[in-house]
């Protein structure tokens, strides 16, 4: 049986501390540091986005599409102020570890997304199985069910362990596209450079942390699918 530490078991904590210590790291960087300035200009990597009014990708849009996402700084915004993108106000909520702020209308529309009879989510965060267990039902986001990735075992590439773990997934799932959100990809030349081989099979949208997913990045992920 695991070891437990008041109700939560070792592994859990592990991943608690691990998003603790990345949220305190990020917080303190200033935006010209965090993002690239191509990033800044346009937070896509540029990697089969669609533009407005363009309609369906020219890739064949009946085959699944595993969807990676990130939670800080993506669906959790850093230090939110003013409205959401969609006009409203931003929601706080006790997800057990830590309060998180999000957008309702973004929630909303990542359940819609969901249920896309080709779209996979996947968590692809540091907050592991810890979304699904303490996010999701503080949010209301319907995640509960998707697969978890998590760092174990590249804890001590020299590599980003969510590249790695999203490689290992692909190939495994056989997924002919797919869509990565994360807000630090701008960071992370490797990853941006790999996924540039597979062009116009990903979308890759790397929000402004302090704003998460806007309205522009999930319809940009709802024509990839098609």
Known sequence: MADTLGGMDWGLFH??????????????????????????????????RPERGEGRTTMASNMPV??????????????????????????IADAGILDVAFAPEAVAELNELAEHPFARFVWLTTWERLAPEFLCPAIGLKGEDWP?????GWDQSAEWWKLGALQKDLAAMGAERFVWLDDQLGQESDARSWAEYHQDRVLCISPDPRKGLSRRDLAAVRTFLG
Do not use: H
């Not at 501390?17 to 303190?28: A, D, L, Q």
């Not at 990130?70 to 669906?75: A, E, S, W, Y």
């Not at 978890?148 to 174990?152: A, F």
């Open 148 to 152: 978890v990735l998590t760092s174990q």
């Open 66 to 91: 595993s969807i990676y996402l990130d939670v800080d700084g993506v669906v959790n915004p850093f230090g939110p102020q003013g409205v959401t993108d969609w006009g409203g106000e931003w929601k």
């Open 15 to 48: 991943t608690f501390e691990i998003i603790t210590s990345m949220t305190n790291v990020k917080r303190m960087i200033s935006p010209r540091t965090f993002f690239p300035l191509t990033f800044a200009a346009v937070p896509y990597a540029g990697l089969g």
